[in-house]
């Protein structure tokens, strides 16, 4: 049972550098989430989609976008990634709708990401 | 602009003592989330809380939510070293979606022997 899975788990790149985080998930969840981890901030909200064909922005969408390709899998580029962006970023994935409400979001492990 | 506090954010306990988390957030909301978080890992969802006056215990921890206060608690009783670990609560401002939830800095629980 994998949950949500993302790729790649490490990665280093030179500043001005262009990547995509990939994430997927088999729970047939509607909605997609990134996520940034920064030490002592807690986790703050990217973008978001909360179903397959809408994306959204979050509370810190600069430098960022997103693509929900399908129901399962929604990635999130990097274009020219600045040291600033050195983070942990995690995706998750929920139901949807006031009657699932009771489920809360699920996680994958985290990609963890320096930039020089 | 929401915002949701905890406090402690950093709290050093001795094993068999009890303790409780405080959030607060600040915006009206009937629904909330408490999850832990071990170093180098995933987050893992500990309890879901959808209504005033809701209280869910697992274990050694009871978390309750007071949607008036706007303020939810996390209570640990006679800690035990395995509880070791950071404690975010997250509040759903998407009037019961669930597709956008604001989160605490977390709480860095130390249980010491």
């Known amino acids: 049972n994998a949950g949500v899975t993302q790729t790649p788990k490490f990665q280093v790149l030179k500043t001005g550098q262009s990547m995509t985080l990939q994430c997927a998930q088999d729970?047939?969840?509607?909605?997609m989430y990134w996520y940034r981890q920064d030490p002592g901030m807690g986790l703050r909200l990217i973008y978001y989609s909360a179903s397959e064909g809408t994306t959204d922005k979050g509370e810190v969408p600069n430098g960022y976008n997103v693509s929900r390709l399908n129901k399962r899998e929604f990635s999130l580029r990097l274009e020219s990634a600045a040291p600033s962006q050195t983070s942990v970023y995690f995706c998750a994935s929920s139901t949807r709708g006031a009657t699932y409400s009771n489920q809360p979001q699920h996680f994958g492990d985290g990609t963890r990401l320096s930039i020089l | 602009e929401l915002k949701v506090e905890q406090n402690p954010l950093f709290l050093s306990m001795q094993e068999g003592k009890n303790y409780t988390i405080y959030c607060n957030y600040s915006?009206?909301?009937?629904?909330l989330y408490w999850y832990r978080q071990d170093p180098g890992k995933s987050l893992e969802s500990l309890f879901v809380l959808l209504s005033n006056g809701a209280v869910k215990q697992e274990g050694r921890l009871m978390a309750s939510l007071d949607t008036k206060a706007r303020l939810s608690t996390l209570h640990i009783t006679a800690a035990v070293h395995d509880l070791s670990a950071t404690y975010f609560c997250?509040?759903?401002?998407?009037?019961?979606?669930?597709?956008?939830?604001?989160f605490g800095k977390g709480t860095l629980l130390t249980v010491n022997p």
């Open positions: 729970m047939n969840h509607n909605s």
């Open positions: 915006t009206t909301s009937d629904r």
């Open positions: 997250a509040v759903d401002t998407s009037g019961g979606s669930n597709y956008k939830l604001t």
